[in-house]
């Protein structure tokens, strides 16, 4: 069973940092990829960026390259996304989730394990 928790969105200041923390559990070997995805109100879910468990590719949203930045502490067996240079744009609820499949593609049919979301906004 696999199990995941964000936690650490806040209500920022546009152009401050945050960071985002996933604790996982339960991993198996069903799961080779962590990924941070986000929705806003009227807005398709977007993938963010992703991780693989057992490597040091990570993946990034075009919207995002250059801001953010995806992390792993595998010993704490949990995934971070440092958020800088936060934009009005980046107001969503944020998911953690894990899944198989290639990283790069940031699909979410390939994340079968979801966390509850976290809410980041972002104002001036």
């Known amino acids: 069973r696999v199990q995941v928790v964000e936690s650490g969105g806040h209500s920022v200041q546009a152009g401050g940092s945050l960071r985002l923390s996933c604790a996982a559990s339960?991993?198996?070997?069903?799961?080779?990829?962590m990924g941070w995805f986000r929705q806003a109100p009227g807005k398709e879910r977007e993938g963010v960026a992703s991780?693989?468990?057992?490597?040091?590719?990570?993946f990034y949203a075009d919207s995002v390259k250059g801001r953010f930045t995806i992390s792993q502490d595998n010993a704490k067996n949990t995934v971070y996304l440092q958020m800088k240079s936060l934009k009005f744009e980046d107001t969503a609820m944020y998911y953690c989730?894990?899944?198989?499949?290639?990283?790069?593609?940031?699909?979410?049919?390939?994340?079968?394990?979801w966390g509850q979301g976290t809410q980041v906004t972002v104002s001036s």
């Open positions: 339960g991993y198996s070997a069903s799961v080779n990829c």
């Open positions: 991780i693989y468990t057992h490597g040091t590719s990570t």
């Open positions: 989730a894990a899944g198989m499949g290639w990283c790069g593609l940031l699909a979410a049919h390939a994340f079968k394990h």
